[in-house]
């Protein structure tokens, strides 16, 4: 019953900086935050349960949202809450927690999945945060427990620039991610699909992995998406839901039945191309960037990413990795002029088009920053997003019906099938530079907000 | 080039909104990003962005016309110095006359085009789109080379201004400019553009100053050879007569990939059909010339490569490129076989189908909206 898919169009950058298979012997960060605003349909001001000076364990909820009182977010890490950070209108931006050396975590009991009803797994979940961690689509928002997906998709690789190895953090840790499997089928009547690349190299976790059908894919990137794989495997329509997650938070499911407690562990790579000594550092869900970059930078004028250079945010050099990121991208500001740069040959600039002489070295590494190279424009080029998304929809079309807001254009060019990411690469090939992640995310608001 | 970068920092302040010369702040800008690249770092979305840019993008599409002009130009002087029956003069006196009468063509064109885009963009508070120097450039290579310059400048401004800036500027626009600006004159000044007089520039009596496409049209036997046509030693428009020439751009723009190979097959193919199914039918000479003198004679080739390929009044669907190309082809050929009254065709069956192209992109849009319906009846 598995798939193996081939995915044709889109685009591997190959940047400087990839992770060492290696991670750092000891690794504290003073401070872990969990910021509201990465949970995608959240209200800007959620109800907090917590104040400043609280005591909290690993697992104490922080705060909910208020459409969704029974989706509880927790605490990754014990300690005493330092400050509720606010940004515009009074909304909540940050809750940073000081962490404890040692952890002490709330006892929320541990429990064979299969021995469980489905209720039973879901109140577990949901009572110990770690329901935040199921993510689904239309929307890219935490699932939604009333509504029940049609399947289950699990990514186990990453094929964005310098991303994770899943096989690497995922190696020796069979038992725990096949708990978190068994506990996920538990919750459904449909599949759990597990993707896998078609390679020697992939883990045997992943291959050994009970109960789910593991898919195979080969080709560039997006072919790691999840929005990519769900397109070629059970692609949603109107009315479908599919939820997702990545291994660690499987992991994270494991733990929680295996031994009773939010285990928020998570391997983050520290990547890019201004890190000295690119690794793993091994810390917990919302972990301040500080310790590993100090005395670990090549230049001072750098942009950090709480996950990929095409859909990560960016983050202050003392700043959290977000909710959902196992990854911190490192990478030079462009803020400088170039003189007649649109004319020049630009040996070092990468393209995917051929008028600047990179057709030659294919295989070359890239040091990229985040200049803009050019201004924005009104869409000229046309059919250069189709050779990045290997999906059947038509970019652009779908992006004008956004623009002027047609629901039901949006729904009839498959906006349910979206979400930024898949887009990533659009953007970044735009000749006109239009900023598409964001077009596309306002989209799925809008869509959103109608279907309410 | 920190010397450079530092006056106009300095004098920046003077253009931007409150300063005294904030009326000229496109203007400024434009000249500002022409020579520097902006320090813009990316806000949201991708951190990382591809080298191109719209400037890089028209500046290829220029270098793709270069030979054609160059070509031209010495064309222009071939043809003069032909019909004065000066067989001794050398390639550089024919390039140079040549030179001579294109020069003014091309500075007329973009002085034109680019006053209006200036202020238009001064008006909408926007940046100078690139897209007009591409239409600038095109300009001058589709009109005969004794074409009155006043004439030249007020077709051009009327292509940019009702043709572009009234819908709202580069990627806005129905039609193809540059295009606009040859209908514009066709159809306002015919005398300047048909007939067999205007196709020489200065024309002596040696010839009769007819082109190919004239002559199959009028039943005669087509005075020059195949291989003289494809390598463009014809009269006709400047840039239009060499094949080669043009097909030396073609490949530039394919390997580049900025030009769409889809729209230029389609139309190669379109119009090589369109003139194959003439031959079966027979009718009258003109049906009778071989089909693929059709896509070497007047404007078809440039028509296809430059004109057909403009991406903002093409179809703008993969499939509907395909099917967009092959109709222009067949128009082109169909116009000049069965229309009487003039023997070029591509010109109106490249604007003919820019009006076409968004029906075209909503069937293939349908079709995939059709696709995604099914789907989900299927798999429930």
């Given at each position: 019953?598995?798939?193996?898919?081939?995915?044709?169009?889109?685009?591997?950058?190959?940047?400087?900086?990839?992770?060492?298979?290696?991670?750092?012997?000891?690794?504290?960060?003073?401070?872990?935050?969990?910021?509201?605003?990465?949970?995608?349909?959240?209200?800007?001001?959620?109800?907090?349960?917590?104040?400043?000076?609280?005591?909290?364990?690993?697992?104490?909820?922080?705060?909910?949202?208020?459409?969704?009182?029974?989706?509880?977010?927790?605490?990754?890490?014990?300690?005493?809450?330092?400050?509720?950070?606010?940004?515009?209108?009074?909304?909540?931006?940050?809750?940073?927690?000081?962490?404890?050396?040692?952890?002490?975590?709330?006892?929320?009991?541990?429990?064979?999945?299969?021995?469980?009803?489905?209720?039973?797994?879901?109140?577990?979940?949901?009572?110990?945060?770690?329901?935040?961690?199921?993510?689904?689509?239309?929307?890219?928002?935490?699932?939604?427990?009333?509504?029940?997906?049609?399947a289950i998709f699990i990514s186990a690789f990453d094929t964005s620039p310098l991303a994770p190895d899943y096989d690497y953090i995922v190696h020796g840790k069979g038992d725990v991610f096949q708990t978190g499997l068994d506990a996920l089928r538990k919750l459904i009547d449909g599949k759990v699909h597990l993707n896998i690349p078609e390679s020697e190299a992939v883990s045997d976790v992943f291959r050994n992995a009970r109960d789910v059908q593991i898919n195979t894919f080969t080709g560039p990137h997006p072919a790691?998406?999840?929005?990519?794989?769900?397109?070629?495997?059970?692609?949603?329509?109107?009315?479908?839901?599919?939820?997702?997650?990545?291994?660690?938070?499987?992991?994270?499911?494991?733990?929680?039945?295996?031994?009773?407690?939010?285990?928020?562990?998570?391997?983050?790579?520290?990547?890019?191309?201004?890190?000295?000594?690119?690794?793993?550092?091994?810390?917990?869900?919302?972990?301040?960037?500080?310790?590993?970059i100090d005395n670990n930078l090549l230049s001072q004028n750098c942009r950090y990413i709480s996950g990929n250079v095409l859909t990560g945010r960016k983050i202050e050099q003392d700043g959290h990795i977000g909710y959902y990121d196992c990854q911190v991208s490192v990478i030079p500001e462009g803020d400088y002029y170039e003189f007649m740069g649109w004319a020049m040959p630009g040996f070092n600039k990468m393209s995917v088009s051929r008028s600047f002489p990179a057709f030659l070295f294919p295989n070359r590494k890239?040091?990229?920053?985040?200049?803009?190279?050019?201004?924005?424009?009104?869409?000229?080029?046309?059919?250069?997003?189709?050779?990045?998304?290997?999906?059947?929809?038509?970019?652009?079309?779908?992006?004008?019906?956004?623009?002027?807001?047609?629901?039901?254009?949006?729904?009839?060019?498959?906006?349910?099938?979206?979400?930024?990411?898949?887009?990533?690469?659009?953007?970044?090939?735009?000749?006109?530079?239009?900023?598409?992640?964001?077009?596309?995310?306002?989209?799925?608001?809008?869509?959103?907000?109608?279907?309410? | 080039?920190?010397?450079?970068?530092?006056?106009?920092?300095?004098?920046?302040?003077?253009?931007?909104?409150?300063?005294?010369?904030?009326?000229?702040?496109?203007?400024?800008?434009?000249?500002?990003?022409?020579?520097?690249?902006?320090?813009?770092?990316?806000?949201?979305?991708?951190?990382?962005?591809?080298?191109?840019?719209?400037?890089?993008?028209?500046?290829?599409?220029?270098?793709?016309?270069?030979?054609?002009?160059?070509?031209?130009?010495?064309?222009?002087?071939?043809?003069?110095?032909?019909?004065?029956?000066?067989?001794?003069?050398?390639?550089?006196?024919?390039?140079?006359?040549?030179?001579?009468?294109?020069?003014?063509?091309?500075?007329?064109?973009?002085?034109?085009?680019?006053?209006?885009?200036?202020?238009?963009?001064?008006?909408?508070?926007?940046?100078?789109?690139?897209?007009?120097?591409?239409?600038?450039?095109?300009?001058?290579?589709?009109?005969?080379?004794?074409?009155?310059?006043?004439?030249?400048?007020?077709?051009?401004?009327?292509?940019?201004?009702?043709?572009?800036?009234?819908?709202?500027?580069?990627?806005?626009?129905?039609?193809?400019?540059?295009?606009?600006?040859?209908?514009?004159?066709?159809?306002?000044?015919?005398?300047?553009?048909?007939?067999?007089?205007?196709?020489?520039?200065?024309?002596?009596?040696?010839?009769?100053?007819?082109?190919?496409?004239?002559?199959?049209?009028?039943?005669?036997?087509?005075?020059?050879?195949?291989?003289?046509?494809?390598?463009?030693?014809?009269?006709?428009?400047?840039?239009?007569?060499?094949?080669?020439?043009?097909?030396?751009?073609?490949?530039?723009?394919?390997?580049?990939?900025?030009?769409?190979?889809?729209?230029?097959?389609?139309?190669?193919?379109?119009?090589?059909?369109?003139?194959?199914?003439?031959?079966?039918?027979?009718?009258?000479?003109?049906?009778?010339?071989?089909?693929?003198?059709?896509?070497?004679?007047?404007?078809?080739?440039?028509?296809?490569?430059?004109?057909?390929?403009?991406?903002?009044?093409?179809?703008?669907?993969?499939?509907?490129?395909?099917?967009?190309?092959?109709?222009?082809?067949?128009?082109?050929?169909?116009?000049?076989?069965?229309?009487?009254?003039?023997?070029?065709?591509?010109?109106?069956?490249?604007?003919?189908?820019?009006?076409?192209?968004?029906?075209?992109?909503?069937?293939?849009?349908?079709?995939?909206?059709?696709?995604?319906?099914?789907?989900?009846?299927?798999?429930?």
């Amino acid at each position: 019953m598995s798939k193996r898919i081939k995915i044709k169009k889109g685009l591997d950058i190959k940047l400087f900086g990839e992770a060492e298979r290696a991670t750092a012997n000891v690794f504290y960060s003073a401070t872990h935050a969990v910021k509201p605003p990465d949970f995608m349909g959240f209200a800007p001001i959620p109800k907090l349960l917590i104040a400043e000076g609280d005591e909290v364990k690993a697992g104490t909820p922080l705060f909910y949202d208020k459409k969704s009182p029974e989706i509880l977010v927790t605490a990754p890490v014990s300690g005493r809450i330092k400050s509720v950070k606010r940004g515009a209108k009074r909304s909540v931006s940050e809750v940073i927690i000081e962490a404890d050396r040692e952890i002490s975590y709330i006892d929320y009991g541990s429990a064979n999945p299969n021995e469980l009803t489905r209720d039973e797994v879901e109140l577990k979940l949901l009572k110990s945060g770690v329901w935040a961690f199921i993510r689904q689509r239309p929307y890219n928002i935490i699932a939604c427990p009333e509504f029940r997906p049609k399947a289950i998709f699990i990514s186990a690789f990453d094929t964005s620039p310098l991303a994770p190895d899943y096989d690497y953090i995922v190696h020796g840790k069979g038992d725990v991610f096949q708990t978190g499997l068994d506990a996920l089928r538990k919750l459904i009547d449909g599949k759990v699909h597990l993707n896998i690349p078609e390679s020697e190299a992939v883990s045997d976790v992943f291959r050994n992995a009970r109960d789910v059908q593991i898919n195979t894919f080969t080709g560039p990137h997006p072919a790691g998406n999840v929005g990519i794989q769900i397109h070629h495997v059970d692609p949603i329509n109107k009315g479908d839901i599919v939820w997702y997650l990545n291994p660690q938070d499987v992991l994270t499911i494991g733990h929680l039945f295996a031994h009773g407690k939010y285990d928020a562990t998570r391997y983050i790579a520290l990547t890019g191309s201004e890190v000295k000594s690119p690794k793993y550092f091994k810390t917990f869900v919302g972990a301040n960037i500080q310790n590993m970059i100090d005395n670990n930078l090549l230049s001072q004028n750098c942009r950090y990413i709480s996950g990929n250079v095409l859909t990560g945010r960016k983050i202050e050099q003392d700043g959290h990795i977000g909710y959902y990121d196992c990854q911190v991208s490192v990478i030079p500001e462009g803020d400088y002029y170039e003189f007649m740069g649109w004319a020049m040959p630009g040996f070092n600039k990468m393209s995917v088009s051929r008028s600047f002489p990179a057709f030659l070295f294919p295989n070359r590494k890239y040091k990229l920053d985040t200049n803009y190279h050019g201004e924005e424009r009104a869409y000229v080029v046309s059919g250069q997003y189709e050779k990045v998304l290997p999906m059947d929809i038509l970019p652009v079309f779908l992006i004008k019906a956004i623009l002027t807001k047609n629901i039901d254009k949006m729904e009839q060019l498959g906006i349910y099938e979206v979400c930024e990411e898949d887009f990533a690469l659009c953007e970044f090939v735009c000749t006109s530079k239009i900023e598409v992640q964001k077009i596309i995310r306002e989209g799925l608001d809008l869509i959103r907000k109608e279907m309410e | 080039m920190k010397f450079l970068r530092n006056i106009l920092d300095k004098i920046e302040p003077n253009f931007k909104e409150g300063g005294r010369f904030s009326f000229l702040e496109s203007t400024y800008d434009a000249f500002a990003t022409f020579l520097f690249v902006p320090n813009h770092t990316t806000k949201s979305g991708a951190h990382i962005r591809d080298a191109i840019d719209l400037k890089r993008t028209m500046s290829m599409v220029i270098i793709a016309l270069v030979p054609a002009i160059l070509f031209g130009m010495w064309n222009v002087g071939h043809q003069h110095y032909l019909s004065h029956q000066i067989v001794d003069a050398s390639f550089f006196e024919k390039f140079w006359y040549g030179f001579l009468k294109v020069l003014p063509l091309i500075v007329v064109s973009y002085v034109t085009a680019l006053s209006i885009e200036f202020a238009a963009a001064q008006i909408r508070r926007h940046q100078v789109n690139e897209g007009v120097l591409v239409s600038g450039m095109l300009i001058p290579l589709i009109v005969p080379p004794d074409i009155p310059l006043w004439m030249l400048s007020l077709a051009t401004a009327f292509a940019v201004i009702i043709g572009k800036e009234v819908f709202g500027g580069t990627g806005m626009n129905v039609f193809n400019p540059a295009l606009l600006t040859r209908a514009f004159l066709f159809f306002a000044y015919p005398q300047h553009m048909s007939g067999d007089n205007v196709w020489i520039s200065n024309q002596g009596d040696a010839v009769t100053g007819a082109t190919p496409l004239a002559e199959a049209a009028a039943g005669q036997d087509i005075s020059l050879s195949s291989w003289d046509m494809f390598l463009g030693f014809m009269p006709g428009s400047v840039g239009e007569t060499s094949t080669l020439a043009i097909l030396l751009g073609a490949f530039f723009l394919i390997f580049t990939g900025i030009g769409s190979l889809r729209v230029m097959l389609s139309v190669f193919a379109g119009g090589y059909l369109m003139g194959l199914l003439f031959n079966l039918w027979g009718a009258n000479e003109f049906m009778l010339m071989p089909a693929h003198y059709h896509l070497i004679v007047g404007g078809f080739a440039f028509g296809a490569v430059f004109m057909a390929t403009d991406p903002v009044s093409a179809s703008q669907t993969n499939t509907g490129k395909y099917i967009y190309g092959f109709l222009i082809g067949i128009i082109a050929v169909l116009i000049r076989v069965i229309n009487p009254a003039y023997p070029e065709g591509m010109m109106l069956a490249i604007l003919f189908m820019n009006t076409f192209a968004p029906l075209i992109d909503h069937y293939v849009v349908g079709a995939n909206i059709k696709r995604r319906m099914k789907r989900a009846l299927t798999q429930k």
